[in-house]
């Protein structure tokens, strides 16, 4: 199946500070690539979907000036965690669309803000 | 709101045994289902995608889907050890199915002992 690298796979900061996440998809060209949140014990929350070339669609609750996502490229899709606070610490995982229900996850960002 | 409902568990059950996971969903334009199994601290991997009613099985994993009652279940035959895992239930909201959101349950949690 098709690959989606994220990276850093494990980031700790200070509180304060902001925090990048990268996913490329390796092997084919994402339009679209989605980004999930997941606390500890619960599911993946869907934070944003974002097209290549145009800006994210936040869902409901999620700050979009928190959380800069950027699309510059078919391969390549950003996820900015500003000025991060502890409540922030998570599992963030991007998801990219290859095609009609074809998708594939990267392996995930395990954020610790301090 | 749009949401997809799993029995949390854990759901116990022997090595050998036959694993029932259930989902309900509450918005009946949803057109594709899927299960994805995810192990602690990792992404969740794709196991089954099912789109019409009736039943899709792929080696030990088959799939159920009724439409009708806002039902997919997921049976996992022989169950292993290495089956063990929270089992999360996905489904596409959108009727073309061209987007690629998907809502998640919040999971099951497998245990198989042996």
């Known amino acids: 199946g098709a690959v989606v690298s994220q990276h850093p796979s494990r980031v700790i900061c200070k509180s304060g500070t902001s925090v990048k996440i990268e996913c490329r998809s390796l092997?084919?060209?994402?339009?679209?690539m989605f980004w999930y949140r997941q606390f500890p014990k619960q599911s993946l929350m869907l934070m944003a979907t974002s097209n290549e070339g145009s800006k994210a669609t936040y869902e409901q609750g999620v700050e979009k000036d928190k959380f800069l996502i950027n699309h510059a490229s078919l391969t390549l899709s950003t996820l900015t965690v500003t000025s991060a606070h502890p409540e922030d610490s998570s599992f963030y995982i991007c998801?990219?669309?290859?095609?009609?229900?074809?998708?594939?996850f990267g392996p995930g960002t395990r954020l610790t803000v301090l | 709101q749009k949401e997809v409902e799993q029995n949390s568990g854990p759901l116990s059950v022997p090595e050998g045994a036959i694993a029932s996971l259930n989902c309900t969903y509450s918005d009946r334009v949803s057109q594709s289902f899927f299960w994805y199994r995810q192990y602690s601290g990792k992404s969740p991997e794709l196991i089954m995608s099912?789109?019409?009613?009736g039943d899709k099985e792929d080696g030990r994993f088959t799939a159920q889907l009724n439409k009708a009652s806002q039902y997919v279940s997921l049976l996992i035959r022989d169950s292993q050890p290495s089956d063990s895992a929270t089992y999360l239930c996905?489904?596409?909201?959108?009727?073309?199915?061209?987007?690629?959101?998907?809502?998640f349950g919040q999971g099951t949690t497998l245990q198989v002992k042996p």
């Open positions: 998801r990219g669309l290859a095609g009609p229900n074809e998708q594939f």
């Open positions: 996905a489904v596409n909201t959108d009727p073309s199915g061209n987007t690629g959101k998907l809502i």
């Open positions: 099912i789109y019409s009613n």
């Open positions: 092997d084919f060209q994402a339009t679209t």
